[in-house]
């Protein structure tokens, strides 16, 4: 499955964005979907997963301003971002996997087969 992923921009501390992630040679619903961010100098970070089976997950800094969503008519998975601060700066990606694994290994980046190209989150102070 292809990935692409759109809907970063510059944001003030509060405010808030949706990022989308298009999936195409493949239905998102029969993938497990995630998020992941990578601030300059640090490594790629858990933040969301929407699994094939329907559940979801966040990493726990982020539950509550956060929400991951999938519309399976338009083959996409969005993530919807609150109350945002400037430490949510960071590179967003979309991720895809096929593979039946356990919960604690779909936080890991490198569980994952396919991955967007990323897109820029600025959060303002």
């Known amino acids: 499955v292809q990935l692409q992923a759109f809907g970063g921009g510059l944001v003030q501390t509060g405010g808030s964005l949706r990022l989308s992630c298009a999936a195409s040679?493949?239905?998102?619903?029969?993938?497990?979907m995630a998020w992941f961010r990578q601030a300059p100098g640090k490594e790629r970070q858990f933040v969301a997963l929407?699994?094939?089976?329907?559940?979801?997950s966040y990493a726990d800094s982020l539950k509550g301003r956060f929400t991951i969503s999938r519309d399976n008519a338009a083959n996409t998975v969005n993530l919807q971002m609150n109350s945002l601060k400037p430490e949510d700066t960071a590179v967003y990606y979309c991720?895809?996997?096929?593979?039946?694994?356990?919960?604690?290994?779909?936080?890991?980046?490198?569980?994952?087969?396919?991955w967007g190209q990323g897109t820029q989150v600025t959060v303002s102070s």
């Open positions: 040679g493949g239905t998102v619903s029969a993938s497990n």
């Open positions: 991720a895809a996997t096929k593979r039946r694994l356990i919960l604690s290994a779909l936080w890991t980046p490198g569980s994952y087969d396919s």
């Open positions: 929407y699994r094939s089976i329907g559940s979801t």
